[in-house]
Each structure stands twice: as structure tokens, then as C-alpha cells.
């Protein structure tokens, strides 16, 4: 069983193979997407009544929420693929982990901008230092770091290999951050503003939700393969196989 | 005699392709062997395999004995006086007791730089850094000598010197394996050759 | 093997050279008053404000001079083949590691630790806090010099490595910010500082304990 394991494992890690894989996958996975954000955002700003409170405005926790989500979830796959990269050196890993970083910091931008746009007629400002924004404002410096450190190599695999290891560093280090911070905004605000708690929620108002946070997740799917597969055809532009994938279109 | 250095089918693997082809490296007591071939073939990534500091993709290696490492760049700290550089290494990588070690002051002046002792290594010539480089094998000796070409930017004196130290190493039994494009040493002792192929492309 | 001794080798050389370097070890002691003394000519030279962020104003200004030294760390033995020698003949390279940590504690935060007085004084930091104030910048330094480290082995062959530098270890010490300067102001409000002092000890631990490994890996990875 492990033996297959890790043969499947290898074959996707031969970019060709992998090529392929990806290939079939993405026009599916991008339906998958279109749907769910059809009838997640249909759902979303015509069946879900107005809040009594917030009025129309609480919506943008339909993209707010399933954006923090998927950045926060965007790390941890990152991480998985960089200890992949790291321990068995598997290339395809690598790309995968790299490429990760730009949409993880994509959807942890959106969910800043979206909190900003939702502060505003809440708190009456655009920024405040909640625990949550600021945790998210640190995820995103990380993010920038890990593709900073990528990008300021000339040798591709060097580079990942690199960031790699501060990807790992960060995982550890991410939950102290979230854990301080939280600390440290109780310690200076008195009370935190619970905005964003789906628990708080009327159960009428989950399902646009669900559609939406499923969505992203195939939306997600989607950009990571499509991105590594972009970055393994630019890296191995000069390869035997990439050759033949060319020749092969030309015919 | 056992060899003591015993490499089997080794290569190493950058960026997914083998750096050369795999290689058998047998090192044995008072032996000399040169490893040679072209720019870019893999002679200094075999002896950083054969040193320890990289580990390879394929193949295994096993070391009988003390290790000394001169790579292309000498190790030699350009903040720091010659003879500073000499005490540094003599209690860093101390001597093996096969071999009687000398002080830093006599190590100087075998390597012709008795009269730059208190002179900072950043103020020699390049010669005369790898010279200084080059005399740690006297104050640090070690039974394995592993150096990537160590006759760079040396005079004509320089060479002959590093000759005789070659020689006078293998006289005592110890083992030099010595990458090098262009001079060939000129010893008593004789000398294998190895070539270094560049590794073909895979996958 | 007679008479090695290769940690004992390498702190004294690395003391020896910030010692020939003089004055230039000081430099992020010098930074750290630049720092320090703009602080009053932006804020305005009130005491009550001063009094108030100075232990925050402190923190920051260390972390900042901090980055300073981290230049010096691995970089020049990486270039003039010092540290591939760390490699060889079975050299123990993690206490080497530790080793070249605490000299550069030694040379870059000691003297800022030992200077803070001198920095409070000029910011009207309260008197009560100077000395827990010392105590977090002693247990908080360390870290940040892992940290530091850490961001400098893997910028080694980096364009730009310096740059990247900050951005690289911002994010990553904002708890040792939060708790150090948490202690002193839980201390300035007459509670007490000890479960700030404990979560630093912890996160110096934790860190000194893993950091070191990453060291490790990240110069293995630069050296192929």
C-alpha cells in the first residue's frame, strides 16, 4: 500500500506526467468554481434577508470570511508541500509550494480589503487594530517574505529550497503570532469587537455561505495548478519534454 | 592495505540532473590520484563529496581517516593576520597524531611567507593567500588531503613547494586526491587519474 | 586527534575580530541612540508621552539595530571558504552554529542591553522599570538573534539580501514585541509581569531549541 503510495507520488512528480494530470483537471475544477460562486453569490445578495442590525452590509462577509479561510488554509498547504519538497525533493512539490505563496497573499489581501470596506460603516473606520486584521496583516507580510525570498534567487530551485525552509519556520511561528496577538489586543482595547463569527450566525444565512467557502476552495484548486503549470513549462522551456508538448501542439 | 576512502557510484544531482556520471573513488594510503576534466565537469562537486561537505544523491561513501579540505577559496580570513590565520586553524581542526604538526611560525616560513607574519591576509597577493591556505595541511595535518586546484595563481616556486609537499605526505602514507585543469604535478610517487564525466541529462 | 578544539577556535576568533573591528562592532549601539534621540525630535520633547512609549520606543529601536549586524553573521564565510570547513573531518556543526550565535549576541546586543539606562534616562523612562525592562531585552534578544540569523542564512546568496532581510523577520518577532513591551507595561500598571517574563522564557526555548536545526539546514542547502 505505502509502496503504491509513493510510486503514485513520484509519477506526479514527473512533470510531464504531472503536465497531463493538471491539464484534465482545471477545466473542471473552474466549472466547479463557476457554479459555486453562482448560486453562492444568487444566494448571497438576493434569498438572505437583510440583518437587522447591519442592514445590507454584513454581505461582504460572503467573500470577507471564505477569503480568510483560504488564506489561512492556503499556509498550511503550502507547508505540506514545502516538507514534501524538503524531505523527498520532489520538484513538482516545490513548484506547487511556490506558486502558492502569491494566492494565499491574494486571498489574505481580499480578506484585509474586505474587512476594511465592512470597518467602515461598522466601526467608522477603515483600519482598526483587531486582533483578527492584524493577525492577517502579519499573515501577509509572511507571504510577501516567503516570495520575496524566492524571487531574489537566480537559480528557480535554490531559491524554493530556501523558502521552503521559512515556510516551515513560519508554521510554527504563525499560531505564537495569532496566540500574541490576540493577547495583546485584549490588553489594549478592553473588549474585542466579535464581528466575524459564523456562530453568531442565523442558520438562514449559512448555506450562501457554504457555497461560497466550497467555491474558493475549488477556485483555489484551480489557480494552484494552473500556476505550477505555467511556472514548470517557463523553467523547463529547454526540456526534452516541453519540446515535444510544443511539437505536438504545432501539429 | 584498505583504502581510505572507498567511493561507490557516486554522483551528485542538481536541479534533478546528475552533476557528472556516477564515479567509483578507491583513495589508498600513500596514494595520489588526480582528478581531471573539463570546466564545469564536476571535479570540484566530487571532492566536496569526498570531503563530507555535500552528501550525495546516489551511491555511498565510507572514510578511514582525518580529513583536510582546500577548496577554491582558501579559507582564509582577510581581517586577520597571516600568522592569526595559522593559530586558528591549528586549534580549530587540530592534528592528527600520525603526523607531527608544525608551529604556525614554522608552517610560515616553509610556505616562503615567514616576512608577512603580522600582515593582514587581505593585504597578500593571491599567491600568497593560497600559500597561507595551503600551510594549514602543516599545522593541521590530516591523513586525507582533498584539494581543488591548489595551484592556482602559484609561481613557479609555489608549485615545486607544493610538489614536495605532496611528496613528502606520500612518503608518510597519507593520501592526496588533487583536482587540476592545467599544471600537472610533478612528484616521485606515482599518480592515477581519474576523469570526470559530465553528467548526462535524465528525465 | 590532538588538541583540537574547535568552538573554543572559533569564539576566540570571532572576538578577536570584533575586537580589530572596534568601533564598527558598536555600530548598532550607535544606531540604536540615532534612534533614540529622533524619537524626542518627532515627538516633541514632552515627558509624560516620552515616559510612556519609551519602553515600546526601546524594544523597537533594538529590534531595528538588531538587523545591523546580521550582515557579518554567515555572509563572509560563506565567501572566503571558512565555513565549508565547518563541514569537514566531522566538525560538530551545530554547537559551531550555537557558537557563532552567541558571539554575535555577545558583540551586537550586550552592549545595547548594557546601555539601555543610558537610552531610558534620555526617553524619562520611569525608574521602576528599567530593571524588568533589562531583563526582557536579555531573555528577547537571543531570540531575535536566532531569528536574525536564521533570515540571514537563507538571504545568503540572495540579490538584495539585506533588503529582504527586515521583511523576512518583522513578522516573525512580533510575539517577542508583544510580550516584552506587554511585561513592563503590565508592570507600569501595578500588575504583575511574571506570565509575560514566563511566555518570553518559553519562546526563547522553543527557539533556541529549533532555530539552530533550520540554521543548519538553510547553510547545508546554500553550500551544494
Redesign the interface.
Known amino acids: 500500500m505505502w509502496k503504491r503510495l509513493k510510486l503514485a507520488f513520484h509519477k506526479l512528480g514527473s512533470p510531464p506526467i504531472f503536465y497531463r494530470f493538471a491539464q484534465t483537471l482545471i477545466p473542471w475544477l473552474w466549472s466547479l468554481t463557476g457554479v459555486g460562486l453562482a448560486v453562492g453569490l444568487y444566494q448571497a445578495l438576493y434569498v438572505v434577508p437583510p440583518d437587522y442590525q447591519q442592514g445590507d452590509s454584513y454581505r461582504i462577509l460572503y467573500v470577507h470570511v471564505p477569503a480568510a479561510w483560504q488564506a489561512m488554509a492556503t499556509y498550511l498547504i503550502m507547508a505540506i508541500l514545502a516538507i514534501i519538497a524538503l524531505v523527498w525533493r520532489i520538484r513538482t512539490a516545490e513548484i506547487m509550494a511556490m506558486v502558492a505563496a502569491p494566492i494565499g497573499a491574494g486571498f489574505t489581501l481580499i480578506c484585509l480589503v474586505t474587512g476594511a470596506i465592512w470597518g467602515e460603516p461598522m466601526w467608522g473606520t477603515w483600519w482598526a487594530w483587531d486582533a483578527r486584521l492584524t493577525s492577517m496583516l502579519i499573515l501577509l507580510f509572511i507571504y510577501l517574505g516567503i516570495m520575496g525570498l524566492y524571487a531574489a534567487f537566480d537559480d528557480h530551485r535554490q531559491g524554493a529550497k530556501m523558502a521552503s525552509v521559512l515556510v516551515l519556520v513560519g508554521v510554527v511561528n504563525i499560531p505564537i503570532i495569532h496566540f500574541s496577538v490576540d493577547w495583546w489586543t485584549t490588553l489594549h482595547q478592553g473588549s474585542t469587537i466579535n464581528l466575524f463569527g459564523p456562530s453568531s450566525m442565523d442558520p438562514t444565512m449559512l448555506p450562501p455561505l457554504i457555497w461560497m467557502t466550497v467555491a474558493v476552495k475549488f477556485m483555489f484548486a484551480a489557480m494552484l495548478l494552473q500556476r505550477a503549470r505555467n511556472e514548470l513549462l517557463a523553467q523547463d522551456q529547454r526540456k526534452q519534454w516541453t519540446k515535444r508538448l510544443i511539437g505536438d501542439l504545432i501539429e | 592495505m584498505d583504502s581510505v576512502i572507498h567511493a561507490q557510484q557516486i554522483s551528485f544531482h542538481r536541479h534533478g540532473e546528475r552533476v557528472f556520471v556516477p564515479t567509483n573513488v578507491a583513495l589508498m594510503p600513500g596514494q595520489l590520484c588526480l582528478i581531471r576534466g573539463q570546466n564545469g565537469s564536476g571535479k570540484t562537486t566530487l571532492l566536496r563529496l569526498l570531503a563530507g561537505i555535500v552528501h550525495p544523491s546516489e551511491g555511498t561513501i565510507a572514510r578511514h581517516g582525518s580529513v583536510a579540505f582546500i577548496g577554491h577559496r582558501p579559507g582564509v580570513k582577510k581581517d586577520l593576520t597571516a600568522l592569526d590565520v595559522l593559530k586558528f586553524y591549528a586549534e580549530f581542526a587540530g592534528a592528527d597524531p600520525l603526523y607531527g604538526a608544525m608551529s604556525p611560525q614554522a608552517a610560515l616560513h616553509a610556505a616562503g611567507l615567514a616576512r608577512q607574519a603580522r600582515q593582514r591576509a587581505g593585504q597578500l597577493s593571491a599567491g600568497q593567500r593560497q600559500r597561507l591556505g595551503l600551510a594549514r595541511l602543516l599545522v593541521a595535518p590530516k591523513t586525507i588531503w582533498l584539494l581543488d586546484e591548489p595551484y592556482t595563481s602559484l609561481d613557479a616556486d609555489g608549485c615545486a613547494w607544493v610538489d614536495g609537499l605532496l611528496d613528502q605526505h606520500l612518503a608518510l602514507n597519507g593520501s592526496v586526491a588533487v583536482a587540476a585543469h592545467v599544471y600537472q604535478p610533478k612528484l616521485n610517487a606515482p599518480t592515477d587519474v581519474l576523469d570526470v564525466q559530465p553528467g548526462a541529462q535524465h528525465a | 586527534?590532538?588538541?583540537?578544539?574547535?568552538l573554543?577556535?572559533?569564539l576566540?576568533?570571532d572576538l578577536?575580530?570584533a575586537w580589530?573591528?572596534g568601533g564598527q562592532s558598536l555600530l548598532p549601539l550607535i544606531f540604536l541612540f540615532a534612534v533614540i534621540a529622533m524619537i524626542p525630535l518627532g515627538l516633541g520633547p514632552g515627558p509624560n508621552l516620552l515616559a510612556m512609549i519609551a519602553p515600546g520606543m526601546i524594544w523597537v529601536a533594538a529590534l531595528l539595530a538588531s538587523l545591523l549586524a546580521l550582515e557579518g553573521v554567515f555572509r563572509?564565510d560563506l565567501?572566503?571558504?571558512?565555513l565549508?570547513?565547518w563541514?569537514?573531518?566531522?566538525q560538530p556543526v551545530l554547537a559551531l552554529i550555537c557558537i557563532r550565535l552567541g558571539s554575535h549576541w555577545l558583540i551586537s546586543a550586550l552592549p545595547i542591553i548594557v546601555a539601555t539606562p543610558i537610552a531610558g534616562e534620555m526617553l524619562y523612562l520611569p525608574a521602576e522599570a528599567l530593571g524588568l525592562l533589562m531583563l526582557t531585552l536579555l531573555i528577547g534578544t537571543p531570540i531575535l538573534s536566532l531569528i536574525g540569523a536564521?533570515a540571514a542564512a537563507?538571504?545568503i546568496?540572495?540579490?538584495?539580501?539585506s533588503a529582504?532581510l527586515g521583511?523576512?523577520i518583522?513578522?516573525?518577532t512580533?510575539?517577542v514585541l508583544?510580550?516584552a513591551t506587554?511585561a513592563v507595561?503590565a508592570h507600569l500598571d501595578g500588575l504583575t509581569a511574571r506570565p509575560y517574563v514566563l511566555l518570553l522564557i518559553s519562546?526563547f526555548v522553543?527557539a533556541a531549541t529549533?532555530?539552530p536545526l533550520?540554521i543548519k539546514?538553510?547553510l547545508?542547502?546554500?553550500?551544494?
Do not use: C, Y
Not at chain 3, 586527534?1 to 574547535?6: D, L
Open positions: 586527534m590532538t588538541k583540537r578544539h574547535p573554543r577556535a572559533l576566540r576568533q578577536q575580530r580589530q573591528h563572509p565567501d572566503d571558504g571558512t565549508e570547513q563541514w569537514v573531518d566531522d536564521l537563507l538571504t546568496q540572495a540579490r538584495q539580501g529582504l521583511l523576512l518583522f513578522p516573525l512580533v510575539p508583544i510580550f506587554g507595561s519562546l522553543l529549533l532555530v533550520a539546514k538553510a547545508q542547502l546554500n553550500l551544494e
